[in-house]
């Protein structure tokens, strides 16, 4: 076994008050005579492949316990899982249905090995320092990692095509198993940071009429030029106020129907390739589309955008807006009525009652904002950064639930510490039955166990 010289030379330090028999390697002219601990099929798992498992699990920080029960019970827990894969990768193998190129596993493979390289200076220290884990060169240790990255892939892919084929079953958890859960595992949990839910109206600052009627002459202009002859990617360069595209051309890239804000997608869909569009009214200025290529649901298009100019009585006016948002809420307005009338449809903030936000992952104008409020405070207007128009816009909200720092509950945790339940309960049941399709036997310290399986 490859690992299995390094172990014996370094078994002591790492695994100190080893195992019992196999492990109690003095020095490193004392070999420890291999045996087969397990059988999957016709696939043996070998004392050195548990000896091997350790090692990986122990440099991930795993603690072996010092007492020679408790080893030995690690032991046979690693041994079960070892199983567990082996059932689950022989099962994908038999299925004509799932297949893995080395392919698909190169990206992977690849981080990997750069990852490695990254430790060391020069590719020969990587090859002694492989050669001291038992493989003869950069090459084999890299094939290791593809047959590692494979049997995961298996694994993976066949959990998909059981859940596909609706052969993993959801499964019931009962209140005493998530409290149980929870006691089991509440000294690990760290604390529960302060967080707050709300929901929130963005207004934005709108443009006066007067720089409205500046910008769409000046998209009339544009769009004379492109129809007498211009060429729409030099134009696109030289006057589109959409920095991200106008260095491209215009390019917009391909696009899928309902990417984009209304209109625009509306217009992009009607057009063929090659043809101008007339100019088009959106919450960001006035565009000029080009659609080049098509594909089902889908267009690459460019297109020239014309802002109109914003100033401070803009910014003063969208203020008064919020204000009197805010007014219309306190007084009883729907959020929803208010939120069809004034929330800004380009906005990337969300609406609604939202998830609870860790208070120290929010935005520092939210936090200020939301600095000593209580649950169901009204917020006053603040300002937020608008980056697709380049001037501020205004937040009011509502604080729904605020949570302080503390330690968590079986409530705080019941939806989550369920759905992992019902998962591993989902998941066990399918090892079960994959391990009833194959011959199993585990053998430790003497003991011939079979599991109650038969050969296929």
């Excluded at 101008?276 to 565009?287: A, D, L, M, R």
């Excluded at 935005?363 to 600095?371: D, G, I, L």
């Amino acid at each position: 076994m490859r690992f299995l010289l390094r172990l014996a030379v370094a078994l002591a330090a790492m695994l100190p008050a080893a195992f019992p028999a196999a492990l109690h390697a003095q020095k490193s002219v004392n070999i420890p005579v291999d045996r087969i601990v397990g059988v999957v099929g016709q696939h043996a798992i070998l004392w050195s492949d548990v000896l091997e498992e350790l090692s990986q699990r122990r440099a991930q920080g795993l603690q072996v316990p010092e007492d020679s029960a408790a080893q030995l019970a690690l032991a046979r827990s690693v041994i079960d899982e070892m199983i567990d894969v082996e059932v689950m990768v022989q099962r994908a193998q038999r299925d004509t249905s799932i297949t893995v190129a080395d392919a698909d596993l190169a990206t992977t493979v690849e981080q990997q090995m750069k990852r490695l390289r990254d430790q060391f200076k020069t590719d020969v220290e990587l090859s002694q320092a492989l050669k001291g884990g038992g493989f003869g060169s950069i090459e084999e240790y890299r094939r290791w990692l593809t047959d590692q990255a494979r049997r995961r892939a298996l694994q993976e892919r066949l959990v998909a095509k059981m859940r596909q084929d609706g052969k993993m079953i959801s499964v019931a958890v009962s209140e005493d198993e998530i409290t149980d859960s929870f006691n089991r595992e509440r000294e690990k949990l760290p604390k529960r940071p302060a967080t707050v839910t709300f929901r929130q109206i963005v207004v934005p600052t709108e443009a006066s009429v007067e720089a409205k009627k500046v910008a769409y002459a000046k998209a009339e202009s544009v769009y004379k030029d492109l129809t007498t002859g211009g060429d729409f990617e030099k134009i696109a360069k030289r006057v589109s106020d959409d920095s991200g595209s106008a260095v491209q051309g215009g390019d917009l890239g391909w696009s899928r129907r309902g990417q984009m804000v209304p209109a625009f997608d509306e217009m992009m869909f009607m057009l063929p390739p090659g043809q101008i569009s007339p100019i088009v009214e959106t919450q960001f200025g006035f565009h000029i589309i080009r659609v080049d290529r098509v594909q089902p649901a889908e267009r690459k298009a460019r297109h020239i955008l014309i802002k109109p100019k914003y100033d401070s009585a803009d910014v003063a006016r969208a203020r008064l807006r919020a204000d009197s948002v805010l007014m219309l809420w306190e007084k009883g307005t729907p959020f929803d009525t208010l939120v069809a009338h004034y929330h800004d449809v380009a906005s990337d903030e969300a609406k609604g009652v939202l998830e609870p936000f860790e208070r120290s992952r929010l935005p520092e104008s939210y936090q200020t904002a939301f600095a000593g409020h209580k649950n169901g405070d009204f917020i006053s207007p603040f300002e937020v950064e608008d980056k697709q128009r380049g001037v501020p816009k205004f937040v009011i909200a509502q604080l729904v639930n605020v949570v302080d720092e503390g330690e968590y509950t079986v409530q705080d945790l019941r939806n989550q510490i369920r759905d992992q339940l019902s998962q591993e309960k989902s998941y066990r049941r399918l090892l079960d039955g994959l391990r009833k399709e194959t011959y199993v036997s585990v053998m430790l310290d003497g003991e011939a166990k079979k599991a109650e399986s038969q050969p296929r």
